[in-house]
């Protein structure tokens, strides 16, 4: 099946850094991505989507400058969490869509980033 | 624009028993609805997809129904294990939204041994 792998799983940093998250399909090529913010015992949000060779479109709410979103390959997007404060520690899920099979997502196990 | 709900919010049964989760969403314009498992801490695992076309969908010890029209669907979880503690999470793609999934808050479900 078609797996969906995100690095790191959990990182711990400090006030003011930069944090990136990877997420990669491992055997499919995605031409969207999708980055997920849940917050405890609440759905999954979605934060933007992202397409490959293009900017990400961000769901309203969304600092774009903060969360910056890149999409360099069809198997390929980053995260990066820029000048990270503790309100951003969450848990961040990303997910894949086939290009062959648009109508279904695969996700990603999920990162947990702590701000201290 | 659509909205998912999901009753109740937690659920804890004594091993064994068979139980249903609930669903609903506002618009009945789907392009399929999708049942999720999260283990605490954890990613997804889709379970079930059934798609707008068909009334329910089953694998294993899961059987998973939709009803269109009153924007219902239902995730019956038969002799149930404390293996099927998790979080249970309901999606749907909706026509409104572009491809997009839209979520419900899940269900946490406890099967005490």
């Known amino acids: 099946g078609a797996v969906v792998s995100q690095h790191p799983s959990r990182v711990i940093c400090k006030s003011g850094t930069s944090v990136k998250i990877e997420c990669r399909s491992l055997?499919?090529?995605?031409?969207?991505m999708f980055w997920y913010r849940q917050f405890p015992k609440k759905s999954l949000m979605l934060m933007a989507t992202?397409?490959?060779?293009?900017?990400?479109?961000?769901e309203q709410g969304v600092e774009k400058d903060k969360f910056l979103i890149n999409h360099a390959s069809l198997t390929l997007s980053t995260l990066t969490v820029t000048s990270a404060h503790p309100e951003d520690s969450s848990f961040y899920i990303c997910?894949?869509?086939?290009?062959?099979?648009?109508?279904?997502?695969?996700f990603g196990p999920g990162t947990r980033l702590l701000v201290l | 624009k659509q909205e998912v709900t999901q009753i109740p919010a937690a659920l804890s049964v004594p091993e064994g028993e068979n139980l249903v989760l609930n669903c609903s969403f506002t618009?009945?314009?789907?392009?399929?609805l999708q049942w999720f498992r999260q283990d605490p801490g954890k990613g997804l695992t889709s379970l079930l997809l059934?798609?707008?076309s068909q009334r329910e969908q089953t694998s294993g010890r899961l059987n998973a129904s939709l009803d269109k029209s009153s924007g219902r669907s239902t995730l019956y979880i038969a002799a149930s294990q404390p293996g099927d503690s998790a979080t249970y999470l309901c999606?749907?793609?909706?026509?409104?939204?572009?491809?997009?999934?839209?979520w419900g808050a899940g269900t946490k479900l406890i099967i005490k041994p």
């Open positions: 992202s397409n490959e060779g293009s900017k990400a479109t961000y």
């Open positions: 055997d499919f090529q995605a031409t969207t």
């Open positions: 618009d009945s314009a789907i392009y399929n």
């Open positions: 999606a749907v793609r909706s026509m409104d939204s572009n491809y997009q999934l839209i």
């Open positions: 059934i798609q707008s």
């Open positions: 997910s894949a869509r086939d290009l062959r099979v648009p109508e279904t997502q695969y």
